[in-house]
């Protein structure tokens, strides 16, 4: 009766208490936010709850097996495998850690911060960096939890590690465009060329970044496709970056009207229209006859707005607006094809 009771006291005590310090670690934290109302740390940190039991519980299971005297072969292995998963999970409880205090700083310096490109920047370095601790961590763990499975890879290690100069040049080699790739992620992480947030215009086509790994960068097309491209692109060709220096932005409407069109009065109405419009910004407007030919005269409105996308719904409303105005008022102003009867030919004459 003693070796059956005794497992079960041993391991339902373990667990009982492994569960009771996790909800006491949640209640805390939960105290914690609720005294701190400025802070989000606290409500982020929530979310170890699960790793951290994950943890206790293989730690302490570890720890009280021998009280079970159960004297199995496999005593060993068992005792490997509760290491390898207290590990694992002490590892992502680190990334979950490491999230929280990323997002938390992120948090904090949006509110505090009026610069909407520092905080941009912020957000891609502080992306990156959770991607490479996680990628550290992750290739750690498994070397480290192979070891314990298998100490018979020990002794192939030590012979890896000897001709482990050799392995990095073939390596490098052989993998010299995917390095490549994560010395630009880099370099796009700690600059500041090109950040999440940005509204950029790439092969052609325009969004905005949504995505910035080591690897590769995600751009969501205002179509709402994503246009996925290595971040080695963005080190070595030219692209438009409308967000440098600031999101403002000039948009301009090219009109094609006749020669008898009133510019002033047009030129006023534009004035007067935007004046009511939201989305334009108040820092510039213009309306300018930029061109001529024989059949008609080109015609730009400029207007500046807040950002790409109040730009783009400025310059389609400007656009309609105008052309919708000429029709009431002036239907001469828009452009016209001139038609004449031809003449005949002198064979068809005859």
Same mark, same amino acid.
């Given at each position: 009766?003693?070796?059956? +009771?005794?497992?079960? *006291? /041993?391991? $339902?005590?373990?667990?009982? @208490? #492994?569960? =009771? &310090?996790?909800? %006491?670690?949640?209640?805390?934290?939960?105290?914690?936010?609720?005294?701190?109302?400025?802070?989000?740390?606290?409500?982020?940190?929530?979310?170890?709850?699960?790793?951290?039991?994950?943890?206790?519980?293989?730690?302490?299971?570890?720890?009280?097996?021998?009280?079970?005297?159960?004297?199995?072969?496999?005593?060993?292995?068992?005792?490997?495998?509760?290491?390898?998963?207290?590990?694992?999970?002490?590892?992502?409880?680190?990334?979950?850690?490491?999230?929280?205090?990323?997002?938390?700083?992120?948090?904090?310096?949006?509110?505090?911060?009026?610069?909407?490109?520092?905080?941009?920047?912020?957000?891609?370095?502080?992306? +990156?960096?959770?991607? *490479? /601790?996680? $990628?550290?961590?992750?290739? @750690? #763990?498994? =070397? &480290?939890?192979? %070891?314990?499975?298998?100490?018979?890879?020990?002794?192939?290690?030590?012979?890896?590690?000897?001709?482990?100069?050799?392995?990095?040049?073939?390596?490098?080699?052989?993998?010299?465009?995917?390095?490549?790739?994560?010395?630009?992620?880099?370099?796009?992480?700690?600059?500041?060329?090109?950040?999440?947030?940005?509204?950029?215009?790439?092969?052609?086509?325009?969004?905005?970044?949504?995505?910035?790994?080591?690897?590769?960068?995600?751009?969501?097309?205002?179509?709402?496709?994503?246009?996925?491209?290595?971040?080695?692109?963005?080190?070595?060709?030219?692209?438009?970056?409308?967000?440098?220096?600031?999101?403002?932005?000039?948009?301009?409407?090219?009109?094609?009207?006749?020669?008898?069109?009133? @510019?002033?009065?047009?030129?006023?109405? %534009?004035?007067?229209?935007?004046?009511?419009?939201?989305?334009?910004?108040?820092?510039?407007?213009?309306?300018?006859?930029?061109?001529?030919?024989?059949?008609?005269?080109?015609?730009?409105?400029?207007?500046?707005?807040?950002?790409?996308?109040?730009?783009?719904?400025?310059?389609?409303?400007?656009?309609?607006?105008?052309?919708?105005?000429?029709?009431?008022?002036?239907?001469?102003?828009?452009?016209?094809?001139?038609?004449?009867?031809?003449?005949?030919?002198?064979?068809?004459?005859?």
């Amino acid at each position: 009766m003693e070796e059956v +009771l005794r497992p079960l *006291i /041993v391991f $339902g005590g373990t667990l009982a @208490v #492994t569960v =009771a &310090v996790g909800l %006491l670690v949640d209640r805390l934290l939960r105290y914690s936010a609720d005294r701190h109302p400025g802070t989000r740390l606290f409500t982020l940190l929530r979310r170890v709850q699960t790793p951290l039991q994950i943890l206790l519980a293989s730690a302490g299971l570890q720890i009280t097996y021998p009280l079970a005297h159960l004297e199995l072969r496999q005593d060993a292995v068992i005792r490997n495998i509760l290491a390898t998963v207290a590990i694992m999970a002490a590892a992502w409880l680190t990334v979950r850690a490491v999230d929280a205090v990323a997002e938390n700083t992120l948090d904090k310096y949006s509110r505090r911060a009026a610069d909407i490109a520092r905080v941009r920047r912020l957000r891609t370095q502080l992306t +990156l960096v959770r991607r *490479i /601790v996680t $990628g550290i961590l992750a290739v @750690v #763990t498994a =070397a &480290v939890a192979m %070891l314990l499975l298998f100490p018979n890879l020990r002794t192939l290690g030590t012979s890896l590690l000897a001709s482990a100069g050799v392995i990095g040049i073939i390596a490098g080699v052989a993998a010299q465009s995917t390095l490549g790739n994560l010395m630009a992620g880099l370099q796009i992480a700690f600059g500041d060329s090109v950040k999440i947030g940005d509204t950029v215009v790439v092969e052609g086509e325009w969004g905005t970044v949504e995505e910035i790994t080591l690897s590769f960068l995600t751009v969501r097309i205002w179509d709402d496709r994503r246009l996925t491209m290595p971040v080695s692109y963005f080190n070595s060709k030219p692209y438009e970056n409308w967000s440098r220096g600031g999101p403002q932005i000039t948009g301009t409407v090219f009109l094609y009207l006749d020669h008898s069109t009133p @510019v002033p009065e047009l030129r006023d109405h %534009l004035h007067d229209y935007l004046r009511e419009r939201e989305d334009w910004d108040g820092r510039d407007w213009n309306l300018l006859v930029t061109d001529s030919t024989p059949t008609s005269i080109v015609v730009r409105a400029s207007m500046s707005a807040r950002n790409a996308d109040d730009v783009w719904t400025l310059r389609c409303a400007v656009r309609e607006e105008l052309l919708g105005w000429l029709a009431a008022r002036y239907p001469y102003a828009l452009p016209k094809i001139p038609t004449v009867q031809a003449a005949p030919s002198p064979a068809m004459a005859e």
